[in-house]
Each structure stands twice: as structure tokens, then as C-alpha cells.
């Protein structure tokens, strides 16, 4: 069982900056890769980006460019790096422990409770 624990958000302006962290514990030995998603009202949960343990990232398309992110396999901890936010980049974010394999990330049961966004215009 993996624990995750989101935090980071805020409230920003739009074109600002913030940078979430997700600390993972528990049985984080089988952590093949890291996703965050993001959820806003009325929507569906999307993938915003992912890191395998290897090190290959992928990001959706909508913040390529503007997020990055990465992870300090000593402190089990994932970054998400969001620059020149926008207000439709607003939600709630969630990080995911899942597997990547033949080049996808398929998310696992194991979430965090969520991280408020708000970007304003």
C-alpha cells in the first residue's frame, strides 16, 4: 500500500507560478511511475503529466511547455513545476502511483487527497 500526500497549491495570478510536491510512503519500493491529474468542477479527471522511474516524462497537451515534472527518489517525493498558469489550468490536483509500460501510464489505486488551484484572471 502506497500513501500519497499532496501540497502546493494556491491561489495565483494568471502568468505566476507554483510548484507542487507529492511525498509518498508506505510500499514505495513498487512505485513504477508517478502521474498527476487534475479535476475541475463538472469535469473529468485528466492526466496532466507523468514520470517513470527511469526518468521519461510525458505531458498532456494543454500545459507541454508550461509544467515540468520530476521526482527525488531519496525523499519519495514527485514535483509538479506549473509556470505561466492560465485560469483554465484552475482544479484540483491529484497525484497517482501507477506503472508505465509500452509507452503509456496507467494510473493505480493509490491517490492523494487533492490540492486546490486557482489561477485568476
Known amino acids: 500500500q502506497v500513501q500519497l500526500v499532496e501540497s502546493g497549491g494556491g491561489l495565483v495570478q494568471a502568468g505566476g507560478s507554483l510548484r507542487l510536491s507529492c511525498a509518498a510512503s508506505?510500499?514505495?519500493?513498487?512505485?513504477?511511475?508517478m502521474g498527476w491529474y487534475r479535476q475541475a468542477p463538472g469535469k473529468q479527471r485528466d492526466l496532466v503529466a507523468f514520470i517513470s522511474s527511469g526518468g521519461f516524462t510525458n505531458y498532456g497537451t494543454s500545459v507541454k511547455g508550461r509544467f515540468g515534472i520530476s521526482r527525488d527518489n531519496a525523499k519519495n517525493t514527485v514535483y509538479l513545476q506549473m509556470n505561466s498558469l492560465k485560469p483554465e489550468d484552475t482544479a484540483v490536483y491529484y497525484c497517482?502511483?501507477?506503472?508505465?509500460?509500452?509507452?503509456?501510464?496507467?494510473?493505480?489505486?493509490?491517490w492523494g487527497q487533492g490540492t486546490q488551484v486557482t489561477v485568476s484572471s
Open positions: 497517482n502511483a501507477g506503472r508505465y509500460t509500452s509507452g503509456r501510464y496507467y494510473p493505480g489505486g493509490s
Open positions: 508506505g510500499s514505495t519500493f513498487s512505485i513504477n511511475a
